[in-house]
Structures are given as structure tokens and as C-alpha cells.
């Protein structure tokens, strides 16, 4: 056999391809580091946004007893002042522009929170979802159809679409039926 020598210009051919090779996979390589990069960049900003959406959700559910004890406070003031009035007591009730400016503060504390994404939402008379609502108890009715939300405890909290405290409810399902025995059966045939 021959051996053949290869000439210098060969060689250089051939290292010139060897070369042109080795710089396409380090340019594809180039190519994924920097999309894995730019994935990771989105992926972290992503994250870093939920984080600060959902950074005050715990401040905001402390808050939600203080939004409860508002609606309770203006309505049993309201309530009692209207009870006292239709009975004809003559009560120091409390100045009509005091109980105004607690509800102007309420209303400004609601405003606030919604401004950030939070609100309370009401699932009453709807189809009982477990996502929005804990069921608390039941109860037989024929007045709504089973499965329905019939009475509301507690509201419940969203932030952003994101539920932080779902609504305590009462569910309603069908009163139960007595199942008719073959001796009722017989004697109503009778």
C-alpha cells in the first residue's frame, strides 16, 4: 500500500475544517447558554413579581378581623340607635356626625385595600364551590337547590384572584325523605 503524505495545504484544509466545526458547536452552545440565561432572567422576575403581589398577604389577612369588627361595630351602633328610636327611648345616642366619620374611615380602609387587590367576595345563593368556600354546616331546605350556598357566617377574602380566607358558609341539601315500607305500602292499599 501507499502511504500517502499529506501536502501543507491539505493539513491546512483539513484543520480549517476541524476548526470551522469546533466554532459552530461553541456558537451553538453560545446560543443555549444565553436563551437558558434569558429563561432564567424571565423565570426570576416572574417569581420576584408574585412575591411582591403576594408579599402583604399576611399584613392583609391581620387585617381582616379589623374590617370585621368595623362591620360589626356600625351595625349593632346603627341597629341599636334605630331599635331605640322605633320603641321611643330617648337615648344619648352617639352624634350622628361621629357615627358618619367612623363609617368615611371604614370606607377609606376599604378603598386603600382595594387599591392593592384585596376585596371580600360573597358566594350567597350560589353553588357551593370548595375553592371559595368552607361549609361549616348544613341544612334541609327545599327552598334552594341542593349544593347551594344558603346562609353566609363569615365573608370570605381575595387577594388579586387569589383566595387568602375562603367564606364560612352553610350549605343547603335536600330534607331527607322517610322511605315508604311494604306494610305502608300494603295498608294504604286497602
Same mark, same amino acid.
Given at each position: 500500500m501507499f502511504n500517502l503524505k499529506k501536502g501543507p495545504v491539505?493539513?491546512?484544509?483539513? #484543520?480549517?475544517?476541524? %476548526?470551522?466545526?469546533?466554532?459552530?458547536v461553541n456558537y451553538d452552545n453560545y446560543l443555549r447558554a444565553v436563551a437558558e440565561f434569558d429563561n432564567y432572567r424571565k423565570r426570576i422576575q416572574k417569581e420576584n413579581e408574585e412575591f411582591r403581589e403576594y408579599a402583604q398577604a399576611n399584613l392583609l389577612l391581620d387585617l381582616v378581623p379589623v374590617l370585621e369588627n368595623f362591620d360589626r361595630a356600625l351595625f349593632h351602633v346603627g341597629f341599636g340607635i334605630n331599635h331605640a328610636k322605633k320603641n321611643g327611648a330617648n337615648i344619648n345616642s352617639? =352624634?350622628?356626625n361621629w357615627l358618619q366619620g367612623i363609617?368615611?374611615?371604614?370606607?377609606?380602609?376599604? =378603598?386603600?385595600?382595594?387599591?392593592?387587590?384585596?376585596?371580600?367576595?360573597?358566594?350567597? !345563593?350560589? #353553588?357551593? @364551590?370548595?375553592?371559595?368556600?368552607?361549609?361549616?354546616?348544613?341544612?334541609? %331546605? @327545599?327552598?334552594?337547590?341542593?349544593? %347551594?350556598?344558603?346562609? #353566609?357566617? !363569615?365573608?370570605?377574602?381575595?387577594?388579586? !384572584?387569589?383566595?387568602?380566607?375562603?367564606?364560612?358558609?352553610i350549605v343547603s341539601k335536600p330534607k331527607s325523605r322517610q322511605i315508604e315500607t311494604n306494610q305502608d305500602k300494603c295498608q294504604g292499599e286497602e
Open positions: 491539505t493539513l491546512l484544509k483539513e #484543520e480549517l475544517e476541524k %476548526t470551522k466545526q469546533e466554532a459552530k352617639p =352624634d350622628p363609617k368615611i374611615i371604614y370606607n377609606q380602609l376599604k =378603598d386603600i385595600l382595594a387599591k392593592y387587590g384585596f376585596q371580600e367576595y360573597s358566594c350567597l !345563593g350560589q #353553588e357551593f @364551590d370548595p375553592k371559595k368556600c368552607e361549609a361549616i354546616n348544613y341544612i334541609e %331546605t @327545599d327552598e334552594k337547590p341542593p349544593n %347551594t350556598v344558603f346562609e #353566609e357566617a !363569615g365573608k370570605g377574602y381575595m387577594l388579586k !384572584g387569589r383566595v387568602l380566607r375562603p367564606s364560612l358558609v
